[in-house]
Every structure is written in C-alpha cells, then in structure tokens.
C-alpha cells in the first residue's frame, strides 16, 4: 500500500515492516531512523515527550495533526535533548508563544531526528491499532532501500537502550535529611523535580548498579526504555534489595522491573498506552478515577505474586499500580509526574515519602 497525501517536493517516508509506504514531506534531518512505530493521542506536550528517554528506540507518530504550535522552550525538556529516533505527524506548525525560541523543525534539525510531516496519521494509526506497533524507517530514501535497511536492523525488544540514557556514575542532588535513591533507566527530570521539591536527598545511580542505593532511605526504579524482559538481572538485584523490606517505588519501567522482582509476568500490549488522558481507577486508597499520562507498550500480570493491584485502565483492564500487603512497595505504570498532563495523581510522591519517613 502506499498512501501519499503530501503534494510535497522535499519528500520523506515512512516505511512498516510489513512494507506499507507513506508520503510526505520531509522535516528534522536528512538521515534515517527505525524504530518502533508507536503513537501518542497527547494533544499537547511535545517537546516533554519527544525529549522522554523512555521513548529512545521508537519513532513517534502524533495524532494531534497540528504540532510545533507553541515551539520550543528549555523549560520543556525531560532530559537533555531528543530521545525519540523519529517522528511523523501531519502539520508541523510555526509556533506563536513567547518562550519559543525555535520551531519544532528547526529542533528536529538540531537534533539530528528525522521525520515526516503530512502523512496521514489517521490511516496510520488505524494500521496499527489493527496489526499492532510495528519497526519502520523515516527518512529521504527510497521505500526500497527504506526497507532494505529495515530488514537488516534489530527488533525494537531485542536491544537494550538504558545504558543509552542511565547516568554513568552516581550524582547526588540536593539536601534534606531523607535520602531517596534513584535507579536511572531513563529517567524523566520532572521526575527528579518532584522529589527534590519535597526536600529530600537524591541519588542517582546508573542502572546496572542499584546496590549504589540500597542505603538510601528508600529506593526509586524511574521510567525507561526498551523491553524490561531484558532486565531479569536488574530484578534480582531489587529482589534482594526488597529482602531488607525498605520502601520500594517505581514508575512505568521501574514497576514493570519491580513486579519482575516479585515474579510477576510480564507481556507485550498490541499498541500501548500513550496519551496525557488516559483513566485510572483507583482501587484502593482514594476509590477515584484519576487522568493521568501513560506511556507504555508492556505491561505486568502479577497473579500468583504477593504484588496486590491499586489501580487499573478500566478501558482494557490494564495493572496500572500495584502494592505489597505487608512491606512498603508501590508502583505506578502511568506517570504521576506528568509533564505533559493533568497533575491528578502527585500525591503518589507524598505517599512514597510518607513510607519512607515511617520506615527511615
Ligand atoms: N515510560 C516507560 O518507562 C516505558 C516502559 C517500557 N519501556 C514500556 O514500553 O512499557
């Protein structure tokens, strides 16, 4: 199939595995990327979620259609730059707002990412929510050679990409009496922002390297890239580590990596969550349903396990958080720190602080 509603001249694409073309014009750099196609329906939030490394891997395509409305500011990074492989979308718009100091164009040129730009994202998306997520290219080359290149690249849930975005070293930030240690498979800096705002310690330590926190306070798994099936040595480490029953967090990877430690299973949804809209049920603590950010694409089946469910998608049913009856651990999938999305659910570091300060 080949879909070109573009009209453009300086043409890109995009390429599926299962050899589907789209035509547009080409923006960002003029280079390839694969990655796994996966798509957001945020309606605002771009450079939040273009700079997430938990999207490192994955082309982005957005189904908002109008994107770049508000540029590009430095407030707005959660990380240090672009982490995403590539984007596709269907307008990229001149932003008007007066903290913009480029356009999401010249970002992406910036940064060295590719990316398509009027492509119809409503035939994409539908491709993809009836096959699921599938690896593609983006970039100036032909489909052909798009693929060829495909072909020959790595699946998506066959890499490892922390070590990509963990720091390398441990880094302390900030002062309080409690220390919260950090696992970093990615993490977000908004995520860092709310526990320093609560004036604790911090300690970040890399991923592959837990036990550099285990005298923390407490311990904190954040978000992060790629398949956490190839993380099984990461969860033993934090399995011994719930042995001392000290306050366990974790966020979306940390969660996943956390049920893991508990023996939970874990599985591939067909096409994720990711939006900044998404419902969560709360089971068990406030009886609310909460808006809330998610970006996932596995998912956690702790049957069997001593991890006890708090909160659900009531759309599909998906574990969204999860307990432990008698030691204090608790996770989310979504992301209580938003950015970009509704600040329902901060409460959720007051809580793992309050943990941590009963057992400190
Ligand atoms: N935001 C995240 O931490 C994502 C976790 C994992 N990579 C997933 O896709 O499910």
Redesign the pocket.
């Given at each position: 199939m080949h879909i070109d509603v573009s009209g453009a001249n300086n043409r890109g694409y995009l390429v599926l595995e299962d050899g589907t073309v789209f035509v547009g014009r080409l923006i960002g750099a003029e280079k390839t990327a694969i990655g796994e196609v996966v798509f957001t329906t945020a309606v605002v939030g771009y450079p939040q979620i273009l700079t997430?490394p938990?999207?490192k891997g994955q082309i982005i395509v957005f189904t908002k259609p109008l994107v770049g409305n508000y540029g590009v500011s430095e407030d707005q990074m959660e990380s240090d730059g672009v982490k995403a492989e590539g984007v596709v979308l269907f307008e990229a718009t001149k932003p008007s707002h007066y903290k913009s100091v480029m356009t999401l164009e010249e970002w992406l040129a910036a940064s060295g990412i590719p990316g398509v730009a009027r492509v119809d994202t409503r035939a994409l998306v539908l491709k993809l929510r009836e096959h699921g997520v599938m690896m593609g290219a983006v970039g100036p080359e032909e489909p052909g050679a798009l693929l060829e290149a495909l072909r020959k690249s790595p699946r998506y849930e066959e890499l490892s990409?922390v070590d990509l975005v963990s720091v390398q070293e441990p880094v302390e930030l900030g002062e309080g009496r409690l220390c919260v240690g950090i696992v970093d498979?990615?993490v977000k800096k908004s995520i860092v922002k709310e526990f320093l705002k609560r004036g604790v310690r911090v300690r970040l330590v890399p991923c592959r390297r837990p036990e550099a926190a285990f005298d923390c306070d407490g311990l904190f798994l954040?978000?992060?890239?790629?398949?956490?099936q190839l993380l099984d040595s990461l969860a033993s480490k934090v399995a011994q580590y719930a042995e001392y029953k000290k306050p366990l967090m974790g966020?979306?990877?940390?969660?996943?990596v956390i049920a893991m430690a508990f023996g939970a299973r874990i599985y591939?949804?067909k096409f994720?969550h990711r939006a900044s809209n998404k419902p969560v049920r709360d089971l068990r603590f406030t009886g609310k349903t909460y808006i809330t950010t998610?970006?996932?694409?596995?998912?956690v089946d702790p049957e069997g396990t001593e991890l006890k469910v708090w909160a659900v998608q009531p759309d599909d049913g998906t574990v969204e958080g999860l307990y432990h009856e008698r030691q204090p651990v608790f996770t989310t999938?979504f992301?209580p720190e938003a950015s970009p999305g509704p600040r329902d659910t901060l409460w959720i570091f007051d809580k793992f602080l309050g943990l941590i300060e009963r057992h400190a």
């Open positions: 997430d938990s999207y990409y498979c990615g954040s978000n992060g890239p790629g398949n956490p966020i979306c990877l940390g969660h996943q591939k949804l994720g998610h970006n996932h694409g596995y998912a999938q992301h």
